[in-house]
């Protein structure tokens, strides 16, 4: 994963489980170090791409009836 922030960035590798957490080694340093395994939970969920919505959907978004030639429905005034 590459992290960017204002005015660098830098990559952190992220490896074997150990128990609830996981190995990881920063792009800046040789040395090795855990990371809770609920901050990996979580950056991988911000990695997932967005669920593609149902093709199914029950709520309408355009209305069924047509427009009126004139503009008017048959309640709301005289056809002109």
């Keep these: 994963m590459t992290l960017t ?3 660098g960035q830098g990559r952190v590798e992220i490896g074997a489980k150990k128990g ?3 190995y990881a080694r920063s792009s800046d340093s040789p040395a090795i170090f855990t990371l809770a395994g609920c901050l990996v939970t ?3 969920a911000l990695l997932k ?3 593609k919505p149902a093709d199914n ?3 309408k978004t355009t209305s069924d009836k047509k427009p009126s030639k004139t503009g008017y429905s048959k309640k709301s005034g005289p056809k002109s």
Excluded: E, I, N, R
């Design 42 to 44: 979580d950056m991988q």
């Design 49 to 51: 791409l967005p669920a």
């Design 57 to 59: 959907c029950s709520a």
């Design 5 to 7: 922030w204002k005015g």
């Design 20 to 22: 609830t957490d996981y």
